[in-house]
């Protein structure tokens, strides 16, 4: 992966989840949300942004992919952005060595 020609697309991807999931957490304040198919309103927030970025590509299609498209290959930019909250952390109950857990994490807001 190029990450120059996605740097711009990583930074938004982050920036955006992250206003996004503000957006949802005051919509929440003070009210009480019972878990829907087991998962909490936090964690479905996160299963949205997963979701929305599925894909089954070839590996001929990610390699012209990670040469020419500005943003990161789809598991990366959701991977990229969750490893970055420490919310996804607490939402999923992530202890301090899991993978999806850094102890130190890129925040632009």
């Known amino acids: 992966m190029n990450g120059k020609l996605t740097l711009g697309e990583n930074v938004a991807d982050n920036?955006?989840?992250r206003i996004a999931y503000m957006a949802l957490?005051?919509?929440l304040a003070g009210k009480t949300v019972e878990p829907i198919d087991g998962f909490t309103?936090?964690?479905r927030f996160f299963?949205?942004?997963a979701q929305i970025?599925?894909?089954n590509a070839s590996p001929e299609f990610r390699r012209l992919k990670a040469l020419t498209n500005p943003h990161a290959?789809?598991?990366y930019r959701v991977n990229g952005v969750v490893v970055n909250m420490p919310?996804?952390?607490k939402a999923y109950g992530c202890g301090a060595d899991a993978p999806m857990v850094r102890e130190q994490v890129c925040r632009v807001w």
């Open 73 to 75: 290959e789809n598991r």
């Open 53 to 55: 970025w599925c894909e």
């Open 25 to 27: 957490m005051e919509t």
């Open 41 to 43: 309103p936090e964690q």
């Open 47 to 49: 299963l949205g942004w």
């Open 87 to 89: 919310e996804f952390a």
């Open 15 to 17: 920036g955006g989840v």
